[in-house]
């Protein structure tokens, strides 16, 4: 069970991280997901992970790319540690962009239940990635 799960969530950042494939998200994640780590005040559900992928990460980055660097997994939960990295060629949270390439290190723990998303919590340098850009 683990190894499918952490197939799972190896073509999730593959096909809808990287690629913003709306369908291959419908197949991943569950209709009733609940992302633990939205920001305050923003949705926390299906919609709202689409939102951050779809309308921040691939207008304000292009050649997106994600690193799996570790995946631990046991039960119904994966942990992974990646590296998301790609080009500043769009405005990305009020920042123009800037050309540079950027890296975001995130931590993710995903709870797969049938072989889809159902519950996310995270943690991610990306706000420390933006104050980088706001000062280039």
């Given at each position: 069970m683990s190894a499918v799960n952490k197939a799972v969530v190896r073509a999730f950042n593959r096909q809808v991280i990287e690629q913003c494939d709306r369908e291959a998200f419908e197949a991943l994640v569950a209709e009733d997901f609940v992302n633990h780590s939205a920001a305050a005040g923003q949705p926390n559900g299906r919609e709202g992970l689409w939102h951050t992928f779809a309308n921040v990460l691939h207008p304000?980055?292009?050649?997106?790319?994600?690193?799996?660097?570790?995946?631990?997994?046991?039960?119904?939960?994966?942990?992974?540690?990646?590296?998301?990295?790609?080009?500043?060629?769009?405005?990305?949270?009020?920042?123009?962009?800037?050309?540079?390439?950027?890296?975001?290190?995130?931590?993710?723990?995903?709870?797969?239940?049938?072989?889809?998303?159902?519950?996310?919590?995270?943690?991610?340098?990306?706000?420390?990635?933006?104050?980088g850009l706001r000062s280039a």
């Open positions: 304000g980055l292009s050649e997106l790319q994600v690193e799996v660097l570790d995946q631990v997994a046991e039960q119904d939960k994966v942990t992974t540690r990646k590296r998301i990295t790609g080009r500043h060629s769009g405005g990305l949270l009020g920042v123009p962009a800037t050309g540079r390439t950027v890296s975001i290190d995130v931590i993710d723990i995903v709870r797969i239940e049938e072989g889809r998303y159902v519950e996310h919590w995270g943690i991610n340098s990306l706000p420390g990635v933006l104050a």
